[in-house]
């Protein structure tokens, strides 16, 4: 005890001299020291088990410092506490440590698992949790494993390779594209793209968008644009996500709105900016205003080239933005972003997201059918998906499904993050994304951290860090495994240049089984 006590002087004396106690110690960690010795003190022998632990508290910058500083806390000559510079007599055995006594074996914060696992859901269901507890540790936490493409602590980061300058979709006399779901067929790989037409970049996606089809030889690209009716859906149409069917139909779902004007921004003053709401007029009944919405349909075909049905509304956008215009007056805008997968019974397992609160932020939610081809079967969820900061997410992909070893299987997609800012914010757009996952299609998981940040690496030595990078779809292969991502990329700030492309980047899968 009056070790400690001299340990509360000297805590005392290095708070208020604004002394640091260790390097990545600051004061406010000396507070929160100096309260856990001044606790041991008051409760004499009280198991160090009933203390707090230190680093649950910490700030940053100090969590990763050990726990052992209160056994070692140093004064300016580093003088550990309990130590003199006078020589002195053997002394009985120590008191008990503030610092619990490691597990077996010791771990030290080098040899430490940064992420622990109990099994593969702590994973996030893209790799395994191996290791873990043993008879002489029954606590011995596991480590993940990742499956080919994955990698991070708990397998939430993809494990991107560069990607070829001039592959994915960039057209002649940058024209511009925005993101492209792409499917296998034959040995060629489909593209279905949203290129935005009148010489327009991404501030008039929301008018000059089309649906186009382009093909590759390779998965990586470069991908042209088909040379019969390239044209799938003219303008406006957008938000192409496609996905195949167990019976083989190609299957897009796509934003559409009819009536809506273009605009040719190759003529001066054409330039169009879109927004994700119209104001209604402000009255009491409150009535729709007159720009159309953006509604979500599906089309099929047989044939990557078609020809397609007609388009089949699945999801009304005026009836689930209902409860928004109600609270404020207005509408929203926004695309539904509807994707997911089509099991093999013919049900459909899907995400949309909504525009629901005043500063319009947008929240992911489930949408689910009996029948992927009857319309009347497609049932939104209205209750949001995850609890997200800032803006939410959007845009998630295409779904695909995995299987444990322990058999356990779960649905995976990609999303937009938005946490940090919103495309229609004076911030800008974001450029980072994650992933989540579901066991049941119904309850997701929301990654930690992100699969993609903005920054691409090319093939020729060059990076880029880009304004924007949106619009995920990852290309799966025979097994329905990830194997390439494709992303919408804005190389410059949009007050530079609204131009656009579409960048597909491989995933590092070699060696792999799956």
Not at 96 to 110: G, M, N
Not at 189 to 196: C, F, G, L, T, V
Not at 313 to 330: E, I, K, P
Not at 364 to 370: D, G, L, Q
Request: aromatic share 6%.
């Amino acid at each position: 005890r009056k070790r400690h006590a001299r340990a509360v002087a000297k805590l005392w004396i290095l708070y208020f001299s604004r002394r640091p106690i260790a390097s990545g110690v600051d004061q406010r960690s000396a507070m929160f020291l100096l309260t856990v010795v001044m606790q041991l003190v008051l409760m004499g022998t009280a198991s160090a088990a009933s203390l707090p632990d230190p680093r649950a508290s910490l700030p940053d910058a100090a969590a990763t410092v050990s726990v052992a500083v209160l056994n070692a806390v140093v004064d300016q000559a580093g003088e550990p506490v309990g130590s003199s510079s006078q020589p002195r007599a053997p002394s009985p055995p120590p008191a008990p440590s503030v610092v619990p006594p490691p597990r077996s074996p010791p771990r030290t914060a080098a040899t430490q698992v940064d992420a622990p696992c109990q099994t593969a859901v702590d994973c996030a269901m893209n790799g395994e949790c191996v290791g873990g507890p043993t008879s002489a540790d029954p606590q011995l936490p596991g480590h993940c494993e990742c499956n080919a493409g994955w990698t991070g602590g708990r397998c939430e980061r993809l494990a991107l390779l560069p990607a070829n300058p001039r592959g994915g979709l960039r057209l002649a006399n940058n024209v511009s594209t925005w993101g492209g779901s792409i499917i296998e067929r034959g040995g060629s790989w489909h593209m279905y793209a949203s290129r935005i037409t009148g010489g327009c970049g991404l501030n008039a996606w929301a008018s000059n968008s089309e649906v186009v089809h382009a093909v590759s030889a390779t998965p990586e690209g470069p991908y042209d644009l088909v040379d019969t009716n390239p044209v799938v859906l003219p303008p406006f149409s957008h938000d192409t996500n496609a996905i195949v069917a167990p019976t083989g139909e190609i299957v897009l779902f796509v934003t559409a709105r009819f009536g809506a004007p273009t605009h040719n921004c190759t003529k001066s003053g054409e330039r169009h900016a879109d927004t994700d709401t119209a104001n209604s007029p402000q009255s009491s009944t409150k009535s729709p205003p007159t720009v159309p919405p953006k509604h979500t349909y599906m089309v099929w075909a047989a044939a990557p080239e078609g020809p397609w049905s007609e388009p089949v509304l699945v999801l009304n956008s005026t009836t689930w933005n209902s409860d928004y215009f109600n609270r404020t007056g207005r509408i929203a805008q926004c695309d539904g972003n509807v994707n997911g997968v089509i099991n093999a019974d013919g049900s459909f397992v899907g995400l949309w997201r909504r525009c629901q609160t005043p500063a319009l932020y947008t929240i992911p939610h489930t949408i689910s059918a009996s029948n992927w081809r009857d319309a009347s079967t497609y049932t939104p969820d209205p209750h949001p998906l995850f609890v997200l900061g800032g803006s939410g997410a959007e845009d998630p992909s295409n779904i695909w499904t995995t299987t444990s070893v322990a058999g356990v299987r779960a649905y995976h997609a990609l999303f937009h993050d938005e946490q940090s800012t919103r495309c229609m914010l004076p911030t800008g757009c974001s450029a980072n994304g994650r992933h989540a996952f579901s066991l049941d299609g119904k309850a997701w998981r929301y990654a930690s951290e992100d699969a993609w940040t903005r920054n691409v690496t090319f093939t020729d030595g060059t990076t880029l860090a880009a304004n924007t990078r949106a619009r995920p779809h990852v290309i799966l292969n025979s097994n329905g495994q990830p194997t390439h991502l494709s992303n919408g990329l804005q190389p410059e700030a949009a007050a530079v240049s609204d131009y656009v492309w579409t960048v597909v980047a491989p995933l590092d899968v070699a060696g792999s089984t799956l």
